[in-house]
């Protein structure tokens, strides 16, 4: 671990689109943490997936629609926040056009596999 901070500058970090509708950012990350954000146009639905990473998401504008596990959907707008568990399903639909924040723990180096 260091004792060093690095500024991570969202203007200079270029955006990914792993699948269309869905842009990413990857902003700051240590080895053990990893800060997103994501942009969905309306309309994206992102397949039905789990990960062992845990998953803290604050939504900053827009409406999703989430499903986790054998829980019934809820929505979520903007000022909301929820957290995935690590290994449990979960699908997001954006209802309108939306942006968020995701902290995963453990870092995920599958997302460093995509390039813009």
Same mark, same amino acid.
């Given at each position: 671990m260091t004792?060093?901070?690095? &500024?991570?500058?969202? $203007?200079?970090? $270029?955006?990914?689109? @792993?699948?269309? %509708? &869905?842009? =990413?950012? &990857?902003? /700051?990350?240590?080895p =053990?943490?990893? &800060?997103?954000?994501?942009?969905?146009v309306?309309g994206?639905?992102?397949?039905?997936?789990s990960?062992?990473?845990?998953? *803290?998401?604050?939504?900053?504008?827009?409406?999703? =629609?989430v499903?986790? !596990?054998?829980?019934p959907?809820?929505?979520?707008? $903007?000022?909301?926040?929820f957290?995935?568990? !690590? %290994?449990?399903?979960?699908?997001?639909?954006?209802?309108?056009? /939306?942006? /968020?924040?995701?902290v995963?723990? @453990?870092?995920?180096?599958?997302? *460093?596999?995509?390039?813009?």
């Amino acid at each position: 671990m260091t004792n060093t901070v690095h &500024l991570y500058q969202s $203007a200079a970090v $270029a955006e990914q689109s @792993p699948e269309p %509708g &869905l842009f =990413r950012k &990857l902003l /700051a990350q240590s080895p =053990r943490l990893m &800060l997103v954000e994501h942009r969905m146009v309306e309309g994206w639905s992102g397949a039905r997936h789990s990960h062992p990473h845990e998953q *803290l998401v604050v939504v900053l504008e827009g409406r999703l =629609r989430v499903v986790c !596990g054998e829980e019934p959907a809820f929505f979520a707008v $903007a000022g909301d926040s929820f957290v995935v568990p !690590g %290994g449990v399903d979960h699908q997001v639909t954006a209802l309108t056009p /939306a942006r /968020a924040l995701d902290v995963f723990t @453990p870092f995920r180096d599958d997302y *460093l596999e995509i390039k813009p």
